[in-house]
């Protein structure tokens, strides 16, 4: 049997989702009314349901997010939402909170969201053994670990490959929670980690002013796509439901490419998920569209500097070095590329990210609404391709067809025209009426091939097309257009009716969870996940830090991301600037807020904990 491989794309609307689906993905994630973890992409129940049926035509999942913690009080309107979504056709739902795994649910597939923090191959095994049908690992996880994970069990396993990283372990975030009771476990996180902070140190002395400390690169291991297969990745997810159409289609088409390469070179193992191939009239490049750098994180082990100091915006594309600036004019390398109503950016004295909107470009010379003071070799990035967004937003810059044969031929009344799509699917339509020879017993051949030809604004292409007529019949070319017409609507209709959706229906199991202790870090929010967890003998249960946090002494985050690894002051990776020690407890500190860092050196971890917490520093291990 060979293995299935995806790319999943995310949608915050409907239209992203055709979007996402005419340009090349092979499942969307998509959020339903409420209780997915972004509050401001949510979609009516009818939305849905249209993504559903224009995604199945193309053999396209559709996931949705009912991935928060939920309170007591929203369990019976949850499981309500979850039957709706389940009638409706939607193939998957993506959770974070184990209650649901008590509730009278049909029988949906359920996958484990990111956010139920998936890095520990036991209780990936446990999660499988209870009836989760994929895991969507934590981003930090390297490909060794993958695979270790992939050996436990044959659960599926799903990775992100492009988008916005967290800075976090995903569900282990609490800074927006502790600060304003925003909780990123309930959908509306404040995005604490990409502020400005200040940096001090236990002398009380600023190391660094007003930089962006906890904001790091956007996510991109789409290079990585051959060796994540191997280590037991089936699904390659791509990061934001709250970004636009372009950035979707745009780094839809670009894993495409990459996957069906892939795909092409290793046909005898792995397969395409769904059905159709795509066109493009744009090429493809991540650092067109919003991107703050790019690095792999962890993938390929700790190797690299991973923050994105200087701001946690777009950085877009590099463009090349200003030059000079002449008049109310720059010239920039490279400034060919550029164009009116381009947004450019730049970082300045100051190490901030400033912004220049091109308002003309003429031979190179870039002719800025305001010319600003910049220093001559600053590097400019290009975060706003004017001309790239107007290309890709077009609906024709990504077009999907599922490849038909047909087959026009007489019968006993008449004639019927057979169309067998990529699939196997067949229809069929007929025609009553009479036959007759064309004038001069010439062939219509060529003619009727054109118009059978004519697919137009549907899903298909009809590739090959074949005419047996024992004689040269003549048939009006309406009535050609006619046929093809039926055959297409009836063809999209069984298609419809063939799809299969892969159903699971849970069945409560007792196998014992690999923790008898669980802190406020497993959110457990609601009494049946409580239910649960004891059911698989777990003795002592902790409530969810946005049920019971002590103010101004709490945990708020724990990240594989250090700072100390980023200022080369890591004991273990830069041992010849040790002499440079750093004056710990180091603080960051942004207006009232106040934080202090921990670090863990020995599972390579730094911790976030308000400024009144207490613990004690490590010394340094590797002496």
């Not at 509730?103 to 996958?111: E, K, M, R, V, Y």
């Not at 802190?519 to 777990?538: I, L, M, P, S």
Request: include cysteine; charged fraction near 25%.
């Amino acid at each position: 049997m060979k293995k299935k491989i995806e790319i999943l794309a995310p949608a915050k609307d409907l239209l992203t989702g055709i979007a996402a689906i005419n340009a090349g993905a092979d499942a969307v994630y998509i959020g339903a009314p409420k209780f997915g973890a972004r509050s401001n992409a949510n979609n009516s129940i009818e939305d849905v349901a249209a993504l559903v049926q224009y995604a199945h035509l193309y053999n396209v999942q559709i996931f949705v997010v009912i991935n928060t913690i939920i309170y007591d009080n929203e369990l019976e309107t949850c499981r309500q939402l979850i039957w709706k979504l389940y009638e409706i056709g939607v193939d998957a739902l993506i959770i974070q909170d184990m209650g649901l795994l008590e509730l009278d649910l049909p029988p949906i597939a359920l996958h484990a969201s990111t956010q139920s923090n998936n890095r520990d191959p036991k209780k990936i095994k446990f999660l499988a053994d209870a009836g989760i049908q994929r895991v969507v690992l934590a981003r930090e996880l390297n490909l060794h670990q993958i695979k270790e994970i992939s050996q436990e069990t044959d659960v599926e396993l799903e990775f992100f490959v492009t988008g916005a990283l967290c800075v976090s372990f995903s569900g282990n975030c609490y800074m927006s929670v502790a600060n304003g009771e925003r909780s990123a476990n309930r959908g509306s996180c404040a995005q604490n980690c990409r502020l400005p902070y200040n940096l001090i140190d236990g002398n009380g002395d600023t190391l660094i002013r007003n930089s962006h400390l906890l904001s790091i690169k956007d996510f991109d291991v789409s290079d990585q796509i051959p060796n994540l297969v191997e280590a037991g990745i089936c699904s390659f997810k791509i990061e934001g439901r709250l970004k636009d159409i372009v950035y979707v289609k745009n780094n839809v088409s670009y894993l495409r490419k990459k996957l069906d390469a892939f795909l092409a070179e290793n046909g005898d193992k792995y397969i395409k998920s769904s059905s159709g191939s795509c066109t493009y009239t744009f090429d493809s490049e991540l650092t067109r569209t919003f991107n703050r750098g790019y690095t792999d994180y962890f993938v390929n082990e700790r190797h690299q500097s991973i923050g994105s100091w200087e701001s946690p915006k777009s950085k877009g594309q590099y463009i090349g070095k200003l030059v000079k600036t002449v008049g109310n004019s720059y010239v920039i390398e490279n400034g060919e590329l550029l164009n009116n109503g381009d947004g450019l950016c730049y970082i300045n004295s100051e190490n901030v990210a400033e912004g220049i909107y091109v308002n003309k470009v003429e031979n190179g010379i870039v002719y800025p609404n305001v010319l600003k003071e910049i220093a001559n070799g600053t590097e400019i990035y290009r975060n706003n391709d004017a001309a790239f967004i107007r290309l890709v937003e077009r609906e024709d810059s990504a077009v999907r067809k599922i490849s038909t044969s047909l087959l026009l031929k007489e019968n006993e009344t008449g004639f019927e025209l057979i169309a067998t799509d990529e699939d196997g699917n067949v229809s069929t339509v007929q025609l009553a009426h009479p036959k007759e020879k064309t004038k001069n017993d010439q062939s219509l051949e060529d003619t009727f091939k054109v118009n059978l030809a004519k697919t137009g604004f549907t899903p298909y292409t009809a590739d090959e097309i074949t005419i047996e007529f024992s004689e040269n019949w003549f048939l009006p070319i309406s009535k050609i257009n006619e046929m093809r017409r039926n055959v297409y609507e009836q063809l999209s209709e069984i298609r419809l009716q063939n799809y299969v959706r892969h159903e699971h229906q849970l069945e409560k199991t007792s196998h014992p969870y690999p923790e008898t202790k669980l802190d406020f870090t497993y959110n457990v929010a609601n009494k049946t996940a409580r239910k649960f967890y004891e059911r698989h003998g777990v003795t002592e249960i902790e409530k969810a830090f946005e049920l019971q946090w002590d103010p101004g002494k709490s945990r708020v985050m724990t990240t594989k991301y250090c700072i100390k690894y980023e200022l080369e002051r890591c004991p273990k990776y830069h041992r010849e600037n040790m002499d440079q020690k750093l004056k710990e407890p180091l603080v960051l500190k942004q207006g009232e807020l106040e934080y202090k860092l921990k670090f863990n050196c020995k599972p390579c971890e730094m911790e976030i904990w308000e400024k009144d917490a207490e613990f004690e520093i490590e010394e340094d291990h590797f002496h």
